[in-house]
């Protein structure tokens, strides 16, 4: 096993404390009845890659050029919550993307990193990667799901604005490129985040995740795509105790001001359905209804290109507007 020494930021003031943390393996993980990730996670690249000072943009002079994998912590609303971080060895010091990745119920933030492989996008795409650790292992989405975080009303929203403002002090984020995904419960979280955060988010992307929160009332049109098991019995596709994927994304349609309630329906496979509603420009909605899938983060294969490769492209098609 390889170990990378990595700075963890503790409490405002505190000195810089080094901590070494396992590489990722190449194997799979398994979350709670979730699929298993595909294929080997990106290593840490030990060194750092310089941004070549004089090509720098001014904005982003005396930000850090550290490529790596890092495990760090922030203090919020006196809470000290964890996060992962992956720097991809191409970053260099320009204006980046960065996308934020949120777990799902009962898993955690490496869980997910392993599930979704979106290191490897981000190595790619020259993306940011983080997956933020929830309270319990849960999110508070803005409605009955899930767990401790729900229960005693964690002030999520306000962690993850935190989280965005710290990596863009330290890193040169493109302002009009952050973006949030997340599974299930995250998928939730990631839905209220559209509501509540719009003025720092640009997209978001929900696999198996309903929207809750009301009222919803963003400040911007904030285009949403949702990928969702047909089959799914965590949360189900129609509906039950949540909302179903259908109106989740009518809603988002309303609220974008798009032409018509009604999508206009393809079947590049089928394995997919995807609609699409009629919306103006900055305000894309989007559904994946994967036909007999079950609750996971769903892989490439069988006529689907996969959750992470979808989103990736929605988010590349999305900055903020």
């Not at 990730?37 to 001014?58: C, F, R």
């Not at 904005?59 to 971080?85: I, K």
């Not at 285009?223 to 089959?231: D, F, R």
């Amino acid at each position: 096993m390889r170990f990378f020494t990595v700075l963890v930021l503790v409490a405002c003031g505190s000195a810089p404390v080094t901590t070494p943390i396992a590489a990722a393996g190449g194997g799979t993980a398994t979350a709670g009845g979730s699929a298993t990730a595909g294929g080997s996670e990106a290593t840490a690249g030990g060194g750092a890659a310089t941004a070549g000072g004089s090509t720098s943009p001014p904005t982003c002079a005396g930000r850090s050029d550290t490529s790596g994998d890092f495990t760090r912590t922030l203090t919020h609303g006196g809470v000290e919550r964890s996060y992962r971080l992956h720097v991809p060895s191409t970053y260099a010091n320009q204006p980046t993307p960065l996308v934020l990745v949120l777990h799902g119920y009962t898993e955690t933030a490496s869980i997910i990193q392993l599930q979704t492989g979106f290191d490897a996008v981000a190595n790619q795409r020259g993306y940011l990667t983080v997956y933020p650790q929830g309270v319990g292992s849960s999110w508070n989405g803005g409605g009955t799901c899930c767990g401790t975080a729900a229960s005693t009303n964690v002030d999520d929203v306000g962690f993850i604005r935190q989280l965005i403002a710290k990596l863009s002090a330290e890193y040169c984020v493109d302002a009009k490129r952050v973006h949030v995904t997340g599974m299930s419960n995250g998928g939730f979280m990631t839905h209220r985040l559209a509501c509540e955060l719009s003025d720092v988010v640009a997209s978001v992307a929900s696999c198996a995740g309903q929207l809750q929160r009301t009222p919803c009332t963003p400040s911007r049109k904030v285009p949403v795509i949702q990928m969702h098991g047909t089959s799914d019995p965590i949360v189900p596709y129609t509906g039950i105790w949540y909302p179903s994927a259908s109106d989740t994304l009518k809603g988002w349609a309303m609220r974008n001001g798009c032409s018509s309630t009604t999508p206009v329906r393809t079947s590049p496979s089928a394995a997919v359905d995807v609609d699409t509603w009629p919306c103006p420009e900055g305000g894309s909605v989007v559904l994946h209804s994967v036909n007999g899938g079950l609750h996971t983060w769903f892989q490439p294969g069988n006529g689907n290109p996969g959750a992470t490769r979808v989103f990736a492209d929605f988010f590349d098609a999305n900055p903020m507007r």
